[in-house]
């Protein structure tokens, strides 16, 4: 059974900085597209950016947060990364990692999920 496990999350001023890491167990993390969502209070879960598995050379990252939201996955440490820079309040929200076996990389319904880290930007 996968287990992913988010940490990197916390309080902090808009234009700050902050690496969300997440690390991954229980399966062969090289095979696995992996992504980070986010769920604000009262909207919907929101894709931030995924990474294809280690052969599949595919990123993608929502229109928010391009150009400043960096996705990488480091195989050697079982772990994903989100840098995040230059927040803003808009990006509050609980941030979620995800994994997935199948083909599709651009998707909402991840089969494994992580409990989740809060990440408050105050204005």
């Known amino acids: 059974q996968v287990q992913l496990v988010e940490s990197g999350g916390g309080l902090v001023q808009a234009g700050a900085s902050l690496r969300l890491s997440c690390v991954f167990s229980?399966?062969?993390?090289?095979?696995?597209?992996m992504g980070w969502f986010r769920q604000a209070p009262g909207k919907e879960r929101q894709l931030v950016a995924v990474?294809?598995?280690?052969?599949?050379?595919?990123?993608y990252y929502a229109d928010s947060v391009k150009g400043r939201f960096t996705i990488s996955r480091d195989d050697a440490k079982n772990t994903v990364y989100l840098q995040m820079n230059s927040l803003k309040p808009e990006d509050t929200a609980v941030y979620y990692c995800?994994?997935?076996?199948?083909?599709?990389?651009?998707?909402?319904?991840?089969?494994?999920w992580g409990q989740g880290t809060q990440v408050t930007v105050s204005s």
């Open positions: 990474i294809s598995w280690s052969g599949g050379g595919s990123i």
């Open positions: 229980g399966r062969t993390f090289s095979a696995y597209n």
């Open positions: 995800a994994a997935d076996f199948r083909r599709e990389v651009k998707r909402l319904n991840y089969t494994y």
